[in-house]
């Protein structure tokens, strides 16, 4: 990773400069501690609409075709995402052109109108957005597993929202949630590629100088008070069934950060995994099936997804909780450790690659936490992992009363799954 140095401008915005001369492009991104979770129940998925909004035009380029034909005609690439705990922004030039992605991504933020027939209009766009990752049930079951989790807190809520709340949105909101959180307590700049810093920083400043001040973001507290297992069905008449199983974990950066990650790789990420071995190669049961850890900045679960005949979805439920039963009974061979920690590093390394990936990594680790864990302490973190650390870990986490499951399929009933949901 290339060294980076954090500053702050003049407005009193942070910016994290990360230099590489080796490259001739440049990501200029500005991320914001504020998502979907910070949202009021009546105006739930703004985070999201906002971000839609931001590209629809600003008093210098007054519609959105005058903000994509500017990068466009450089050949840069624009983009945004929104998260239950962040929203980010970047654009992607050649480095002779990183004046014009400064000048565009500051004006978006400060400077969009948010004119109400083009919220009107965008409105509907949301909507159908969310009525096509409904109608997709592999992308759908994970607003169904964080319902599961989370119920109606912010962080079980869809983060587009609901269409309820999408019709309370107006101009007035929008600018009321822009000004106080899109703000220099919420924001950090990141900047990415080959640049000059003292440039970089002199125009950083010109640009954001008029950013307010805001108020910080507040995460509501999560309750997890699970006592026994939770289970959530969406009767859909389809042949597949998709399903998610899992448990909850732990915050980012906890202590058991990197022993659940390594668990997780070891379980169900990669071709040679546990689960895709068992239940794909050995049963073909599945196309596709794989282990993940969502970390927030005060929870975490780990989850197993896949889909299979709707005929089959119990027998492979059944061979997923009994590989999470048999690692807590069995210590993950050296073999098989060395394998994790390998793949685990290298798909690191290979995130790294791209500047967008280095930008959100840095980035978000500064602004939720204030502080930049580098590759390389990471990795050590990684190696300094033991079999016994991951069977404590999986004893900890992979109980009866601890499993969620949330289920999308052609059943009328969840009477049979809830029957074999136990470890």
């Not at 705990?85 to 004046?99: D, P, S």
């Not at 809520?157 to 919420?186: C, F, K, P």
């Not at 300094?384 to 109980?399: H, K, L, Y």
Request: include cysteine; proline fraction near 2%; hydrophobic fraction near 40%.
């Amino acid at each position: 990773m290339p060294e980076y140095k954090l500053v702050k401008l003049k407005s009193g915005l942070r910016c994290l400069l990360v230099p590489n001369k080796y490259i001739d492009s440049v990501n200029v991104s500005i991320i914001f501690r504020v998502g979907s979770r910070c949202e009021e129940e009546n105006v739930a998925g703004i985070s999201h609409f906002l971000e839609h909004m931001f590209f629809k035009g600003t008093k210098k380029r007054p519609q959105a075709k005058h903000i994509s034909e500017a990068v466009d005609s450089v050949g840069g690439t624009m983009n945004a995402f929104t998260s239950y705990e962040y929203t980010g922004y970047y654009i992607k030039v050649a480095k002779q052109h990183v004046g014009l992605a400064v000048d565009v991504l500051s004006d978006m933020i400060l400077n969009s109108k948010f004119e109400q027939k083009e919220i009107n209009r965008e409105r509907n766009v949301v909507k159908e957005e969310m009525k096509m990752y409904e109608d997709n049930p592999l992308s759908y079951i994970w607003r169904l597993w964080n319902g599961v989790l989370y119920g109606e807190h912010g962080l079980g809520r869809d983060i587009a929202g609901t269409r309820q709340a999408l019709d309370n949105i107006d101009h007035r909101a929008m600018v009321g949630y822009r000004d106080s959180y899109y703000s220099v307590v919420n924001g950090l700049l990141v900047v990415v590629g080959n640049f000059s810093s003292e440039a970089m920083v002199k125009e950083l400043d010109k640009r954001w100088a008029r950013i307010s001040a805001g108020k910080k973001s507040v995460f509501a507290a999560v309750s997890e008070k699970q006592q026994e297992p939770q289970l959530v069905l969406l009767t859909k008449d389809i042949q597949q069934a998709n399903f998610c199983v899992g448990v909850r974990t732990y915050p980012a950066f906890h202590k058991n950060h990197y022993i659940t990650q390594l668990l997780s790789v070891v379980l169900g990420q990669g071709m040679s995994s546990r689960l895709f071995l068992k239940v794909r190669e050995r049963n073909g049961l599945a196309y596709s099936i794989n282990s993940s850890v969502d970390n927030y900045t005060d929870v975490g679960n780990l989850v197993v997804k896949t889909g299979t005949d709707a005929d089959k979805a119990l027998k492979a439920l059944a061979m997923i909780l009994a590989e999470m039963k048999k690692i807590t009974e069995e210590k993950v061979g050296a073999k098989e450790l060395n394998k994790a920690k390998e793949y685990w590093k290298g798909n690191l390394v290979l995130s790294l690659e791209y500047a967008e990936s280095l930008a959100n990594m840095v980035g978000i680790q500064e602004l939720l936490f204030d502080k930049v864990i580098e590759p390389k302490a990471m990795m050590k973190k990684i190696d300094a992992v033991t079999a016994t650390d991951i069977q404590r870990v999986a004893q900890d986490i992979f109980q009866s009363s601890k499993l969620n499951l949330a289920v999308i399929g052609p059943y009328k009933s969840s009477a049979k799954f809830k029957q074999i949901l136990k470890i």
